[in-house]
């Protein structure tokens, strides 16, 4: 058996920062965060949102992301990383 070429961290990196349910999630979230405890709760939310969107991309074979899905594990951290800043945002300049 071949052994396995790692992913490009700036792949996943990319990925994380790119990924549109990230953005619109944390920052829908964020916006409604009444206190600063509650941004985790949003980037986390966030971060599972964007993973469910990276799958169903992978499944259907849309983008060549495949090679990404196979470092689900350090995609969902850096959406959760890119999460808690489109979070912390969304509550700084546009608080409900």
């Known amino acids: 058996m071949p052994p396995a070429v790692p992913v490009d961290l700036a792949a996943v990196i990319l990925t994380a920062l ?3 349910a990230v953005i619109v999630v944390a920052f829908w979230l964020g916006r409604s965060a009444d206190q600063r405890q509650k941004l985790p709760v949003a ?3 966030a971060a599972l949102a964007g993973s469910v ?3 169903v991309v992978v499944r259907l074979g849309l983008t060549a992301a495949a090679q990404v899905g196979r470092a689900a594990a ?3 951290i850096a959406q959760f990383v890119f999460g808690l ?3 912390y945002l969304g509550r700084r300049f546009f608080p409900r």
């Open 18 to 20: 790119l990924n549109p």
């Open 43 to 45: 980037a986390f939310a």
């Open 53 to 55: 969107l990276l799958y």
């Open 74 to 76: 350090g995609v969902f």
């Open 85 to 87: 800043g489109w979070a």
